[in-house]
């Protein structure tokens, strides 16, 4: 290509979602003049979940062989998935650099944002995959409610045991895939508690049950099957005993792609243990819940250097407070979210913001990250 004079030729580079921005270059070629535009592509976080809400920053940088180029119009358009662009052009500034906010939309796939200079032909894109979240829920009550709460739970442990377990718990996100929940329900000398009627109910992920209710069988045992839904993420179904409220919780995978997944815990005050869910808490605005996000691989292993986001959703009623949001070597950040005074449900989400992919190499097997998407060229 020829345009005034000069030589023209572009070099596209690959684009991906890592810590290597993706880039393109413009090379201007004639007889007293050899210029080098550059325009690079970052976004951080690097992946984000699909539920309309979370945002990222888009960085568009344009370079002239090291120089900064200020006051040049940066296109950018959203050419796969349903996120959403604040603006479509921007200019420069000091350090040639255009910033772009960006809405994840509510598709379960990965989007992808194309930017072109306006004047020239030159242009690349950045991918934007899902990233592997987890919600655990917070009810807040008033403080008599709660030491009134601490009570039933003292007086009802000494009734029931259960015991829980599902297989397979991990499936694909395709609305048809089935694993199967199994209950144990026993008398605390282990006695078999027959004919006692459960309840189950999805209370977080998208998937559904076959049955609400269930009633154990001689042997103390119950079975449920749940059905995957379509949107990637973590399903979390719990199993109660109405008459002491004794509860326990399965957690399943739902699988569109990725390597990695997260899951959040507390701390119990009443035992020794982390669950996953059915944490209670006085809405006081002082008390304090312990809670941990473990950052592994899809067969369980720890992953360590891994950013985590992690936030209050739905209201601003109280608040996380961390030291580190990077996994440390068992694959953990440790945080704490203090409550807030409106009593209600209080939802808190944890998702991978960075570290997940590096240079467009997958971390855990050493392979490249497929369909990351490339740069393109008009």
């Known amino acids: 290509m020829v345009i005034a004079g000069l030589t023209i030729v572009l070099i596209a580079a690959l684009c991906s979602a890592s810590d290597k921005p993706p880039q393109a270059n413009l090379l201007l070629l004639g007889s007293d003049v050899e210029q080098k535009i550059n325009i690079a592509v970052d976004c951080y976080p690097q992946a984000l979940p699909n539920d309309g809400i979370s945002e990222a920053e888009i960085s568009v940088q344009v370079t002239d062989g090291e120089n900064p180029v200020m006051d040049q119009v940066v296109r950018a358009e959203v050419v796969s998935g349903d996120g959403l662009l604040v603006m479509q052009e921007v200019r ?3 350090d040639g650099v255009a910033k772009f906010p960006y809405r994840a939309g509510l598709m379960p796939e990965k989007s992808e944002v194309a ?3 306006v004047e020239s032909e030159l242009s690349t894109s950045v991918s934007i995959p899902l990233a592997p979240v987890a919600y655990l829920d917070v009810t807040l009550v008033t403080p008599e409610e709660y030491q009134a709460y601490l009570g039933r739970q003292a007086s009802a442990a000494p009734i029931y045991t259960m015991q829980t377990e599902v297989f397979p718990d991990q ?9 199967a929940i199994w209950i144990n ?7 078999a508690a027959a004919g006692v009627p459960l309840t189950t109910q999805v209370i977080s992920g998208e998937g559904s049950l076959d049955t609400e209710q269930v009633i154990t069988d001689a042997e103390g045992h119950a079975e449920v099957q749940f059905i995957a839904g379509f949107t990637p993420g973590t399903a979390t179904v719990q199993i109660i005993e109405p008459s002491t409220g004794l509860a326990s919780a399965v957690d399943i995978l739902l699988i569109e792609s990725g390597p990695a997944r997260v899951q959040l815990y507390y701390g119990d005050p009443m ?25 592994t691989d899809l067969m369980g292993v720890p992953l360590a250097g891994i950013e985590l986001d992690i936030s209050v959703l739905d ?6 407070d961390m030291i580190d949001p990077v996994s440390d070597i068992e694959g953990r950040v440790e945080f704490v979210y203090r409550v807030g005074t409106t009593t209600g449900p209080v939802r808190l989400r944890a998702f991978i913001a960075n570290g997940l ?7 855990f097997l050493g392979t490249p990250v497929p369909e990351l998407g490339d740069s393109f060229l008009e």
């Open 92 to 94: 420069t500034d000091s």
């Open 115 to 117: 930017f072109s200079l």
């Open 171 to 179: 499936l694909a996100a395709d609305g048809g895939s089935i694993s």
């Open 185 to 191: 329900l026993n008398h605390v000398d282990g006695s």
């Open 271 to 295: 035992t020794i243990n982390t669950p996953r869910e059915g944490a209670i808490m006085p809405a006081d605005g002082i008390s304090e819940l312990p809670l941990i996000a473990e950052v």
């Open 315 to 320: 209201t601003a009623n109280g608040w996380v």
């Open 357 to 363: 992919y590096d240079e467009g190499i997958d971390p």
